[in-house]
């Protein structure tokens, strides 16, 4: 393990700020708002402010405050923030991100889980974190291999783990960092104690007896499931299908890249007019920019072509095996995926935890750091050491 650190070189934020000054606009139709995509108006005006406004050298620092690691795991490089507690008795936490996020999006965590007592909490919670981006994403880059799905990212994980000399761990993520975590607590649960996440994909078998069970609520939460493939899966179908090609123009342009993400931002979250409603854009550029400053997006995109197929046969009612250890979930209102709880009963055996929240969306840990760190802690109180 390497220490390392990021310094992106002047002349690519000089590139940047050009290719931003110089971006070839599209029309657009008047009085379509967000229905067909990011406005016009609203992408010019973000974009100007990523030019102008923006400061990545701030972001730069924040991550540089804390200890960075590269390391080699089954041929990819692998980057991670790992911050140990001052308390001598904190438990590792796994802390996996997804797209369009990054290690930048769990930075507001950090002091809460690994230092409470300097934050007002009680020096029982701490943590030592361990926070990795997903080979081919951002730092852990370039990536050179196919294969890179599911399970291969949750061995890798596992080993990382060893490598740092950690057991009785706990991962937590949300969206795929959460189908990670879970594959985790099962390839792993002689080392892992329990599986925390604020995203539960839960799929009906299509026995019309457990339909009749659902309730109101419940069924409008399935309801989500359609509306997600009809309408809002377009880039998903692009990236399992062409991440390449799609990875030329979302590479030569920071303004494709800008909206590729930020519509993203504005859909999942608990917004109403604009992504900041919810997240403020320094934080959605930060995502942005790692993505940008890597070139990234087409390795990060591959990550969906490698889980396609085990995507569409647990559309078909193929689940994986569950986790053998404790299982916490924490709902947000305004996630594009809401979790039906007789369903997770019946997918997860291990259940131990649920908590409803009022609000939030699917980036819990930059729309609601305080509520989701407090999760996790409440999570983890409830885990039995594992037998050493």
């Known amino acids: 393990m390497q220490p390392y650190r990021v310094e992106i070189p002047q002349a690519a934020i000089d590139d940047l700020h050009e290719r931003l000054a110089n971006t070839r606009w599209p029309e657009e139709l008047p009085g379509t708002g967000?229905?067909?995509?990011?406005?016009?108006?609203?992408?010019?005006?973000?974009?100007?402010?990523?030019r102008t406004s923006y400061d990545w050298r701030a972001t730069e620092a924040a991550l540089n405050s804390h200890p960075q690691f590269?390391?080699?795991?089954?041929?990819?490089?692998?980057?991670?923030?790992?911050?140990?507690?001052?308390?001598?008795?904190?438990?590792?936490?796994?802390?996996?991100?997804?797209?369009?996020?990054?290690?930048?999006?769990?930075?507001?965590?950090?002091?809460?889980?690994?230092?409470?007592?300097?934050?007002?909490?009680?020096?029982a919670d701490a943590f030592h974190l361990v926070i990795p981006a997903l080979p081919g994403y951002g730092f852990s880059s370039p990536l050179r291999a196919t294969g890179w799905d599911v399970p291969?990212?949750?061995?890798?994980?596992?080993?990382?783990?060893?490598?740092?000399?950690?057991?009785?761990?706990?991962?937590?993520?949300?969206?795929?960092?959460?189908v990670i975590s879970l594959a985790l607590g099962t390839l792993d649960p002689e080392n892992c104690a329990g599986v925390h996440v604020n995203m539960l994909m839960t799929f009906p078998s299509g026995d019309p007896a457990e339909f009749a069970a659902l309730g109101e609520e419940d069924l409008a939460r399935l309801g989500l499931l359609a509306k997600f493939d009809e309408e809002?899966?377009?880039?998903?179908?692009?990236q399992q299908t062409r991440p390449q090609t799609v990875s030329y123009a979302l590479t030569d342009s920071p303004v494709g890249q800008l909206a590729w993400i930020v519509e993203k931002y504005k859909e999942w979250s608990d917004s109403d007019k604009v992504p900041e409603d919810a997240i403020s854009?320094?934080?959605?550029?930060?995502?942005?920019?790692i993505y940008w400053l890597?070139?990234?997006?087409?390795?990060?995109?591959?990550?969906?072509?490698?889980?396609?197929?085990?995507?569409?046969?647990?559309?078909?009612?193929?689940?994986?095996?569950?986790?053998?250890?404790p299982v916490g979930v924490a709902v947000f209102p305004r996630d594009i995926f809401q979790p039906v709880r007789s369903?997770?009963?019946?997918?997860?055996?291990?259940?131990?935890?649920?908590?409803e929240f009022d609000r939030g969306g699917h980036f819990a840990a930059l729309e609601q750091p305080e509520p989701l760190v407090g999760d996790i802690r409440s999570f983890a109180r409830s885990l039995q050491p594992l037998e050493r």
Do not use: C
């Open 34 to 50: 967000w229905d067909r995509g990011v406005p016009l108006a609203y992408l010019k005006e973000l974009a100007e402010y990523w």
């Open 343 to 355: 369903l997770a009963d019946r997918d997860l055996p291990t259940l131990a935890h649920w908590t």
């Open 152 to 178: 291969r990212m949750a061995q890798a994980w596992a080993e990382l783990m060893r490598r740092l000399g950690y057991r009785d761990y706990i991962a937590q993520g949300g969206d795929a960092g959460a």
């Open 281 to 289: 854009r320094d934080k959605i550029l930060d995502a942005v920019s």
């Open 232 to 238: 809002l899966s377009g880039y998903m179908k692009l």
């Open 70 to 123: 590269v390391t080699e795991i089954d041929g990819a490089t692998v980057y991670f923030l790992h911050v140990r507690s001052p308390e001598p008795g904190a438990r590792p936490l796994l802390l996996t991100h997804a797209w369009p996020g990054s290690v930048a999006e769990f930075l507001d965590l950090i002091g809460p889980l690994s230092d409470p007592r300097a934050h007002g909490g009680d020096p």
């Open 294 to 325: 890597t070139a990234t997006a087409g390795t990060s995109a591959n990550f969906y072509y490698e889980g396609a197929a085990a995507l569409r046969a647990i559309a078909a009612g193929e689940k994986p095996p569950p986790p053998a250890v």
